[in-house]
């Protein structure tokens, strides 16, 4: 069974940045794309970041495009987003999901797309 643990959340300034990690045990996580996704309060669940599983190609959704940078290690099994000139508007529980199909070319934008989950990890920025 695939876990995925984030960490590095936390309380940060606007403009200040944080760097989330995502480490996954029980799988194969070189085989598959992973991705970041995001819940603010009182909103759905959104895309933010996703890579495929070479770290050849990667995705972001507009509003963080030029802030947010994703990678991976596939030798440590683990997953990054490192965020930068974080705005209020970044609050938001952050998860990583793992990919339920191997070796795709193209990451995947789609919640759809993912079969495994973490927990999730608090970022809050204050103005």
């Known amino acids: 069974q695939v876990q995925l643990v984030e960490s590095g959340g936390g309380l940060v300034q606007a403009g200040g940045s944080l760097r989330l990690s995502c480490v996954a045990s029980?799988?194969?996580?070189?085989?598959?794309?992973m991705g970041w996704f995001r819940q603010a309060p009182g909103k759905e669940r959104e895309f933010v970041a996703t890579?495929?599983?070479?770290?050849?190609?990667?995705y972001y959704v507009d509003s963080v495009k030029g802030r947010f940078t994703i990678s991976r290690d596939n030798a440590k099994n683990t997953m990054y987003l490192q965020m930068s000139s974080l705005k209020p508007e970044d609050k938001a529980i952050y998860y990583c999901?793992?990919?339920?199909?191997?070796?795709?070319?193209?990451?995947?934008?789609?919640?759809?797309?993912?079969?495994?989950w973490g927990q999730g990890t608090q970022i809050t920025v204050s103005s």
């Open positions: 999901a793992e990919g339920h199909s191997r070796y795709l070319a193209s990451p995947q934008r789609s919640s759809q797309e993912y079969e495994y």
């Open positions: 890579m495929n599983w070479s770290g050849v190609r990667s």
């Open positions: 029980g799988g194969t996580f070189s085989s598959y794309h």
